[in-house]
């Protein structure tokens, strides 16, 4: 099983960027992916949802309006669409499959916004 973060980086306030993870070694539509972050210093929060054949979607009310959760399982792939990127959203963040009994982690990827 592997979930592979990409897409993160450094941008300037403002700015946007793009996460992806790419899911293998499991059934990528049985499972609900959701985006974490954790900043430095700060405990893992939940960012975004999305569920199997992305009938629903939710937010954290710190990103909303600005993120957007997509996935396309014929990729195996779910995406993170940041848009209007704070300094406060710097952080790594990590994809994570989840249905019950199991659950499945990304290594993550570090985003900074500063200028």
């Known amino acids: 099983v592997q979930l592979v973060e990409s897409g993160g980086g450094l941008v300037q306030p403002g700015g946007s960027l793009r996460l992806s993870c790419a899911a293998s070694?499991?059934?990528?539509?049985?499972?609900?992916m959701k985006w974490y972050r954790q900043a430095p210093g700060k405990e893992r929060e939940w960012v975004a949802s999305?569920?199997?054949?992305?009938?629903?979607?939710y937010y954290a009310d710190s990103v909303k309006g600005r993120f957007t959760i997509s996935r396309d399982n014929a990729k195996n792939t779910v995406y993170l669409q940041m848009n209007n990127l704070r300094p406060e959203d710097t952080a790594a963040y990590y994809c994570?499959?989840?249905?019950?009994?199991?659950?499945?982690w990304g290594q993550g990827t570090q985003v900074t916004v500063s200028s």
């Open positions: 999305i569920t199997q054949f992305a009938g629903s979607i």
């Open positions: 070694g499991f059934t990528f539509s049985n499972y609900v």
């Open positions: 994570n499959a989840y249905r019950t009994n199991s659950e499945y």
